[in-house]
């Protein structure tokens, strides 16, 4: 798969992940401390954890399937496209189509690739804003997948009500997978009822960001229990580890640490939001726990230049419509102000 990894620098503060920079909460570390030789010993059993989270989500626990990290939930919507491939009217098989919508998540398209996929893109709005018309234009008969991203990355922006829904409609024999990795940040989801009533509807999520566990590798799928019990087929059976699945359990218990951190991410938005007012610099109110803004052409450089102080940041220019584009992660308001003074200076370095 061609993802590129970002690279780390030990001891920098870490705004180019969209992880949670406060760590997982104290009573998950406990957990994972608690874990013993005999649980390592032991292949994971999933049961308990999932019926839990099926709770937690308040769906029927044959509604859910735990994955290694959200990305092996897109990785198995793709794989699902190989399977009774698409047919025209003639009979004859069609290659599967992907439909992605950008700027997106680049995992999407490695996915694609790696099942022999056909991409078809549908190109970004001067705004960046969701288009309904050019997506639902984006559907054909060879379409197998849509991958939808509420809120978006690397935007933050919202998904239009009704919008999954409206294109899960008009290509049932697709699968449209909503993204929710942001959803505890946003407060919004498609999990409930519709999933009922649209069984190619499928939602993703994750505990890697407002629970903290991105290095343990833990998200679900949720959907139909007919198309959970399909995807379940294609995937390994114990691809989530148990000190994953330890985790999980305990990061689930602990309310007060999500809402307290989704809480310090809404405060760092404000702040960044004011730092752009306060240098000019256009950006998109996010409902995730990151902010886009337009550096200009030397986004480059100052993202280099916040990396030499210590605060590495995305250079998004390379995404479709994002040039000139930065995504900064607003995580622990401290950390938040910490990045700002670094920003604030390397501004002021590039004005020379
Ligand atoms: C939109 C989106 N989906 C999925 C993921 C991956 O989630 P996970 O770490 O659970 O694989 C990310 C991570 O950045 C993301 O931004």
Known sequence: ??????????????????????????????????????????????????????????????????????????????????????????????????????????????????????????????????????????????????????????????????????????????LVL???????????????????????LVVGRTFAKAHGLAGLRVGALVAHADTIAALRRLMLPFSVNACAIAALEAALEDRAYLDWYVAQSVESRTLVYNFCRRHDLPFWPSEANFVLFRAGADAGVLVDAAARRGVLLRNESHAPGCAGCVRMTAGVVEHTKTALTVLEDALASRAH
């Open 1 to 174: 798969m061609s993802y590129e990894r970002p690279a780390v620098v030990d001891g920098a503060l870490r705004l180019h992940f969209n992880e949670n920079t406060a760590g997982c909460s104290a009573s998950t570390i406990e957990a994972i401390r608690a874990f013993d030789r005999e649980a390592a010993a032991c292949y994971p059993d999933y049961e308990r954890v999932t019926a839990r989270t099926a709770q937690w989500l308040g769906v029927e626990a044959d509604r859910v399937q735990l994955t290694n990290g959200l990305d092996e939930g897109l990785l198995t919507a793709a794989l699902w496209t190989l399977h009774g491939p698409a047919i025209d009217s003639t009979g004859a098989a069609m290659r599967s189509e992907i439909v992605i919508v950008e700027p997106a998540f680049e995992v999407y398209a490695a996915c694609a690739e790696a099942v022999g996929a056909r991409i078809v893109r549908v190109a970004p709005s001067e705004d960046l804003q969701f288009s309904l018309d050019r997506t639902l234009a984006a559907i054909t008969p060879a379409t197998r997948l849509v991958y939808l991203t509420d809120p978006n990355n690397p935007t933050g922006l919202g998904l239009p009500a009704g919008a999954a829904e409206a294109i899960a409609a008009r290509a049932p024999q697709a």
């Open 178 to 200: 909503v993204d929710e990795a942001y959803a505890n940040f946003s407060g919004r989801t498609l999990v409930g009822p519709r999933l009922e009533r649209q069984p190619n």
